[in-house]
């Protein structure tokens, strides 16, 4: 009896060191402050094999330079700035410590007035600042036979809201990707996984200066 009691307190003892190490792990990655990457198909990695979107290179280029953060990817292809609108307390719920905001493309390629995506980054990222995130702006530009003044304006619009919350910008995420080879797909819209790996790239030395080890 004594023996077959032992046999079961050491089985016990065995089940939970096995136990253990799930909890262990998983514990501190969710209680790690969040990055989320808030956006469109660049954002969702349309036409990429899982795990080479670039919100997966900047989880591992930060990892790699000792900051501890959750790159999260809150990404949905053909999303629109109406469609961030509606999709904020979803990004809101995850309190995130920062957020990287890229949408505009799909207003620009259906011919979305460009006031009315000013009025939706407005309220993007003042909802975000005033839930205590911080901002940055991701922008980009569209092909030549939309216009020159159409794309003028489109073009201001993410350094103008930007100057507005006196956050982060990069006007033109694909500036020096486009001319780099097959950073681009087929489509000369979305990143290749080597172009995603270059926008992580990028988007890691804007964001430093707001993260803390």
């Known amino acids: 009896m004594f023996l077959r009691n032992r046999i079961h307190v050491r089985f016990a003892l ?20 969040v990055i989320d990457c808030f956006g469109d ?4 990695g349309y036409g990429l094999a899982p795990g080479k979107t670039y919100p997966d290179d900047l989880q591992s280029d930060l990892e790699a330079r000792g900051y501890r953060y959750r790159v999260v990817n ?3 292809s053909g999303n629109t700035t109406k469609d961030g609108v509606d999709r904020l307390q979803e990004v809101l719920r995850l309190h995130p410590a920062l957020v990287l905001v890229e949408f505009g493309g799909n207003d620009g390629l259906r011919g979305i007035p460009i006031a009315d995506t000013r009025r ?9 600042l005033h839930a205590g995130s911080k901002v940055v702006l991701l922008g980009i530009t569209l092909p030549p036979n939309y216009g020159p003044d159409y794309i ?12 507005r919350y006196h956050i982060p910008v990069i006007p033109n995420i694909y500036r020096n990707v486009y001319e780099v080879p097959d950073a681009i797909q087929s489509d000369g819209i979305h990143p290749t996984s080597a172009g995603a790996r270059l926008l992580a790239h990028n988007f890691v030395s ?3 200066p707001l993260l803390h080890r």
């Open 14 to 33: 065995l089940l939970a060191l096995c136990l253990v190490p799930i909890s262990v792990c998983a514990a501190p990655r969710r209680a790690l402050p």
């Open 41 to 44: 198909s660049i954002t969702a």
């Open 74 to 76: 809150s990404g949905i």
């Open 120 to 128: 939706n980054l407005d309220t993007i990222v003042s909802a975000l």
């Open 152 to 163: 003028r304006q489109f073009n201001a619009t993410f350094p103008l809201v930007a100057a």
């Open 206 to 208: 804007v964001i430093e």
